[in-house]
């Protein structure tokens, strides 16, 4: 069955640092979006994107993230310098259209120190 | 904004004792209700969408149903590998996010 994959498994990065993670989500899927879920706590929306475009993005992204589709198959979140508060596990979805159901990665731990 | 309710926190049953999980939820118009499984260090997997009250979709041992303020994701006869954190998660029509409740932690003792 296709999947959602995320690279790396655990991210271990300075604060101040700059972090690029990476997705590539299913094949024919349209929609792709970032999640972050910091320990213990809901997983919460960062960024939808459609047609290479950010099509909708929360509070918590600020200018700080960025969202970027290099190539046909793969997807990726920067943070240009990280914060102690970055901390969280951080995972990629899809789906085929906005009203199908949302994929989800296996995550990236990121620890910021 | 739209939010999301679940209960219990975390439950505890014997392997073989059914029970149902809750799902209460304010949106300013309903797109999709979503469930999800979450096993520790995961991501979320997906199990059902619902869109429309009286709607019910089932897929062994797991029945969710929906109604115009909530949803009750039903388990028959659970056995220790349904042992997971339950999410459920709404759309509007209004936008493309996932609204996630703060899940339920279920475990099946042997």
């Known amino acids: 069955e296709p999947e959602v994959t995320q690279t790396p498994s655990h991210q271990v990065t300075q604060m101040g640092q700059e972090v690029i993670l990476r997705c590539v989500p299913i094949?024919?899927?349209?929609?792709f979006y970032w999640y972050r879920q910091i320990l213990g706590q809901k997983v919460e929306f960062l960024v939808s994107?459609?047609?290479?475009?950010?099509?909708?993005k929360s509070e918590i992204f600020d200018d700080q993230f960025s969202v970027e589709r290099p190539d046909g198959s793969n997807f990726t979140l920067k943070i240009r310098s990280t914060k102690l508060e970055d901390s969280a596990m951080y995972f990629c979805?899809?789906?085929?259209?906005?009203?199908?159901?949302?994929?989800f990665g296996d995550g990236t731990r990121l620890s910021i120190l | 904004e739209d939010q999301v309710t679940q209960s219990p926190e975390a439950l505890r049953l014997q392997e073989g004792e059914s029970s149902s999980l809750n799902c209460s939820y304010t949106?300013?118009?309903?797109?999709?209700l979503f469930w999800y499984r979450q096993d520790p260090g995961k991501g979320p997997e997906f199990l059902f969408t619902?869109?429309?009250a009286g709607e019910e979709k089932e897929k062994e041992r797991l029945k969710a149903t929906l109604t115009k303020k909530e949803s009750f994701l039903h388990i028959t006869a659970p056995k220790p590998e349904d042992s997971a954190t339950y999410l459920c998660?709404?759309?509007?029509?209004?936008?493309?996010?996932?609204?996630f409740g703060t899940g339920t932690r279920l475990t099946i003792i042997p």
């Open positions: 094949s024919n899927h349209l929609y």
């Open positions: 949106v300013s118009g309903l797109r999709g």
């Open positions: 994107f459609y047609n290479n475009e950010i099509s909708e």
């Open positions: 619902l869109y429309s």
């Open positions: 998660a709404v759309t509007n029509f209004g936008n493309e996010k996932l609204t």
């Open positions: 979805a899809s789906s085929e259209t906005v009203n199908q159901p949302q994929h």
